[in-house]
């Protein structure tokens, strides 16, 4: 069965913090890993990783993915009140459009 | 270009009731999706169209239907609402396959939070 198991679950940082959110996958048929930050309403996209080891930037987060440890992380820097958000990552599937969704990770950014 | 739209945003069903979740887009994706969220659980698959024409079960089907009414409509019918349906639902929609380029990214609607007496 596949499976996406992100970790911690739930984070409480300070404002200017770093944080570092993981992900880890057994997907078969692996294709790529998604990264969706959730406020309150719908899921919007920020990252798709295919390739292992290339970072992916925009503005102060980032993303990589190790194939072979089959984990990805998002990094956030800096952070700021508007980055608390639930994220969720996910992994999808080699030939079809499913994608299989991890338990979320809610990040709250304390002033 | 609205994107996906969804409705209702709110409803409140009695237990034995039926509904229907009706969910639209207009970005011309072959690919569309309902998952249902619930604290703690991420989101989870409930049924998906890979194409017009086609409808496959998900991760938790039981105690749902779906219709792929055309290209662009995919509705989620309760027959029998039980209060374990309480939660948030959500519809997505992807875009095409094209070989060797899967694409993955999908693109969500605002959500329906459904309560079941």
């Known amino acids: 069965e596949d499976k996406v198991v992100q970790s911690p679950l739930s984070l409480v940082v300070h404002e200017g913090d770093t944080v570092t959110l993981n992900c880890s996958y057994e997907?078969?048929?692996?294709?790529?890993l998604l990264w969706y930050k959730q406020e309150k309403k719908a899921p919007t996209f920020l990252f798709m990783l295919?390739?292992?080891?290339i970072e992916k930037k925009s503005g102060r987060l980032s993303s990589i993915l190790d194939k072979k440890e089959l984990f990805s992380i998002l990094n956030i820097t800096a952070t700021q009140t508007g980055d608390s958000a639930i994220y969720l990552c996910?992994?999808?599937?080699?030939?079809?459009?499913?994608?299989?969704f991890g338990q979320g990770t809610r990040l709250t950014i304390n002033p | 270009n609205a994107g996906v739209t969804q409705t209702p945003k709110f409803q409140v069903l009695k237990t034995g009731q039926s509904m229907t979740l009706q969910c639209a887009q207009d970005?011309?994706?072959?690919?569309m999706y309902w998952y249902r969220q619930d604290p703690g659980m991420g989101l989870r698959l409930i049924y998906y169209?890979?194409?017009?024409?086609?409808?496959d079960k998900g991760e938790v089907p039981n105690g749902y239907n779906v219709s792929r009414l055309n290209k662009r409509e995919f509705s989620l019918r309760l027959e029998s609402a039980a209060p374990s349906q309480t939660s948030v639902y959500f519809c997505?929609?992807?875009?095409?396959?094209?070989?060797?380029?899967?694409?993955?990214?999908?693109?969500f609607g605002p959500g329906t939070r459904l309560t079941v007496l």
């Open positions: 169209s890979a194409s017009e024409g086609t409808t």
């Open positions: 970005m011309n994706h072959n690919s």
């Open positions: 997505a929609s992807s875009g095409v396959l094209f070989y060797p380029t899967w694409l993955n990214e999908q693109f």
């Open positions: 295919t390739s292992s080891g």
């Open positions: 997907v078969t048929n692996f294709r790529s």
């Open positions: 996910a992994g999808g599937l080699q030939g079809a459009q499913k994608l299989v």
